[in-house]
Every structure is written in structure tokens, then in C-alpha cells.
């Protein structure tokens, strides 16, 4: 197990609906982001946070948007929802005082869009 | 096109055989490259880091040669637990965050 806990673990939505899943990252990592992975597909980058401000983000439009909090807990926000969001959305964290510490990705949320 | 590139597969093998997988990527700035191991329905663990003068982890071995930015990964004497799909991953720094995932290669070994 890496520590890294996201829920829920399954979820069905509709068009239109907003979603917002939530990643609880492994002890002492202060970095946590964020991939969407689409079936067949690797994953791919949304965004990145640190000290609760966003440091990097993916090709994806504003409707995704995120927040870290001061335990370094993070969540994923969707508004708007389009079919093609449906996808494994898997939270990572790593301890960025560590120069290239391992990521350690949690079992992922698996959204599907209606 | 795809900024990492890699055959999807699958490469089906016997036990024992060894198995070669490449992938390709297109930003000359990456800094940092890896190889994650996903099994079915699974979040993506890391491998093993790629270094430019290669690099063996037992029965895998990783090489890098960025001026052809082309990464391969090498396992010898699969085992039935190699069963996977392997991805290959790049950053565009040392910090090795943000990553470039390719679509992956699944490789199934057979008794």
C-alpha cells in the first residue's frame, strides 16, 4: 500500500453535474497532483500542488480545479461534466525535499459520465 | 502526435523469453525518465529510473539515449508476474513530477 487514499473509490455522474473527488496524500509529502487516465490510456497530467497553491498544470480546460490543504490533503473539482470525463482519476504525492523522490500514486476514483 | 510514443502491444511471451520495449518522446527538454509497471485495474508503480549510461534493476534493464530520445526497457526470464502494462514516462525536470505518460505496452507471459 503507498498511503495514498482517494474516495470514493467508484461514482456515476451526468452530464452537466459537478464532481469532486478527494486524495489523502501518504504521510510527510507536501506535494500531491493529479492524472486523469481514460481506458486504454496513459495517464495524463492535470495539475500539481504545493503549500496549497497550484505549481503546474496539464493541457485541461478551467473547469477542472483542485485545492491542498493545510495537511496537504487535496481534492479535484469538475463542474460542467462532459461524457468524455469518464475516466480513472488518480491522485499522487511525493515529499518534494526528496530531489526526485519516487511519486506514489493512490488506487484511483473511477468516474463515469452518463 | 503523441509528446511519448510507445507500441501499445500486445506482446504476448512464454515464460523465460526475454522481452524488449521501446518507447520514443518528443520534448528535448525531458529531464528526468522512467518506466511505471500498471496491472489490470491498478494505480501505476514506479519501476525503475532510466539514467543516461543505463541502468539494471535484476532482471530489468533501462537505457536512455536522449539524442535520439528513445528509452528501452529490457526483461530477461520473464515470470508470469511480469504480466503488465508498462509505461514510459518522462519530466521536464529533475524533480521527476508532471509527468508525460505514453499509452503503454502490455506484455502478457504465458506458461
Known amino acids: 500500500e503507498t498511503g495514498v487514499t482517494q474516495s470514493p473509490t467508484h461514482l456515476i455522474k451526468t452530464r452537466g453535474q459537478q464532481v469532486t473527488l478527494r486524495c489523502s496524500s501518504q504521510?510527510?509529502?507536501?506535494?500531491v497532483s493529479w492524472y486523469q487516465q481514460a481506458l486504454g490510456q496513459g495517464p495524463q497530467f492535470i495539475f500539481q500542488?504545493?503549500?496549497?497553491?497550484?505549481?503546474g498544470r496539464g493541457n485541461f480546460p478551467p473547469r477542472f480545479s483542485g485545492l491542498q490543504f493545510p495537511n496537504y490533503s487535496s481534492e479535484l473539482n469538475v463542474n460542467a461534466l462532459e461524457l468524455d470525463d469518464s475516466a480513472l482519476y488518480l491522485c499522487a504525492s511525493r515529499d518534494s525535499l526528496i530531489g526526485t523522490g519516487e511519486l506514489f500514486f493512490g488506487e484511483g476514483s473511477r468516474l463515469t459520465v452518463l | 502526435r503523441k509528446e511519448v510514443e510507445q507500441d501499445p502491444g500486445p506482446f504476448n511471451v512464454p515464460e523465460g523469453a526475454t522481452v524488449a520495449f521501446n518507447c520514443t518522446y518528443s520534448?528535448?527538454?525531458?529531464?528526468?525518465f522512467f518506466w511505471y509497471r500498471q496491472d489490470c485495474r491498478k494505480e501505476p508503480k514506479l519501476l525503475m529510473s532510466?539514467?543516461?549510461s543505463g541502468n539494471e534493476d535484476g532482471r530489468f534493464t533501462a537505457q536512455l539515449n536522449r539524442a535520439s530520445q528513445y528509452i528501452s526497457l529490457l526483461i530477461r526470464d520473464s515470470k508470469l508476474s511480469d504480466s503488465a502494462t508498462y509505461l514510459c514516462?518522462?519530466?521536464?525536470?529533475?524533480?521527476?513530477?508532471?509527468?508525460?505518460f505514453g499509452g503503454g505496452t502490455r506484455l502478457m507471459v504465458k506458461p
Open positions: 532510466v539514467y543516461s
Open positions: 520534448n528535448s527538454a525531458s529531464q528526468s
Open positions: 500542488y504545493y503549500r496549497e497553491e497550484e505549481n
Open positions: 514516462v518522462v519530466s521536464p525536470n529533475n524533480a521527476g513530477n508532471m509527468l508525460t
Open positions: 504521510s510527510g509529502h507536501n506535494t
